[in-house]
């Protein structure tokens, strides 16, 4: 039976990238790790080990550190750069896809006073970027993943469907905690303060998280998603997806000790996970 290739791609992965730009006094540093695939006309050194077209993965990562030395402000404006490059230079390239994660870093501060050129990480937070450009089209993702927030109260879960294999009790007041991933589709990539769109959408998490009233995940990604959306016309739709990361309550009084309702246990596996995305009412799908 014949037999022909598929969809395929490939590039270069976790290619860490560490960028300074020296002010006078202050540095600022840029640290991202990048993924590049490329897709294109590459069937033949599949089929007859001809690798007349392919770019080596080794050009691709020191493609990612010169493109680097060129300006721009945010991880969204640096993939553009970078896919722009390699369908411009390469004709048998249909196709780039450019993952982005950027770590993030604040100044120590040493006797209340920001350091000129020493850094701290706040956390696992990472704002990623996700593209897909053709000659034809462009579509851009900025997002959040590894922000893990945590409220002690504020938080029930009631009226859900029950049968016989429900033993979940009704809860007014729990521990709700959840590791954040979101990514959000810009609807236009031209006079958009990309960096002013992330720590907004930050902020929108931060809030309705610690100030709204959870009855659900569901409820508070709703809330959380719909106020984005409202919020930032550039954006067409948001996904999210929140594990949620369960803290089961340790009964003391088996002990002998008083039940507090102050000690739990937290559950990795297994756990809830709520994935949702909502769009603009008039965005097309």
């Known amino acids: ?31 991202y790790t990048v993924q590049v695939l490329l897709e294109g006309d590459f069937e033949e050194s599949f089929t007859h080990a001809d690798n007349s077209k392919v770019v ?15 300006d721009f402000s945010s991880p969204e404006e640096y993939a553009l750069i970078l896919g722009s490059h390699f369908l411009e230079m390469y004709p048998q390239v249909k196709k780039i896809i450019v993952d982005v994660t950027e770590t993030l870093w604040k100044r120590m501060v040493i006797n209340g006073k920001e350091h000129d050129f020493s850094f701290e990480k706040p956390g696992g937070e990472e704002r990623r ?13 900025g997002g959040i993943a590894n922000y893990i927030v945590l409220k002690t109260t504020d938080s029930g879960f009631q009226n859900f469907h029950q049968c016989k294999y429900t033993v979940l009790p009704e809860m007014t007041d729990r521990i709700l905690a959840t590791n954040v991933t979101s990514y959000w589709e810009y609807n236009q990539l031209e006079g958009v303060d990309f960096t002013k769109v992330h720590h907004g959408i930050k902020k929108i998490i931060t809030e309705k998280f610690a100030t709204e009233y ?56 297994p756990r809830g996970l709520i994935e949702a995305e909502v769009r603009r009412a008039d965005a097309k799908l």
């Not at 022909?4 to 020296?22: D, E, H, P, S």
């Not at 450009?133 to 462009?138: G, L, Q």
């Not at 369960?246 to 039940?259: A, K, M, V």
């Open 56 to 70: 080596p993965t080794d050009t691709t990562k020191n493609t990612i550190y010169c493109i680097a030395k060129k």
């Open 129 to 141: 970027v996700h593209l897909e450009k053709t000659r034809t089209s462009t579509s851009l993702s």
């Open 214 to 269: 959870s009855k659900s995940v569901q409820a508070t990604l709703w809330m959380i998603a719909a106020t984005a959306i409202s919020d930032h016309k550039d954006i067409a739709k948001i996904k999210f997806s929140l594990p949620n990361l369960h803290h089961w309550e340790i009964d003391t009084s088996r002990f002998g000790l008083p039940n507090d309702h102050d000690i739990f246990v937290a559950v990795d596996e």
């Open 1 to 31: 039976m014949a037999a022909v290739v598929g969809a395929n791609r490939y590039g270069k992965a976790c290619v860490r990238l560490l960028k300074v730009i020296k002010g006078d006094p202050q540095h600022s540093i840029v640290n």
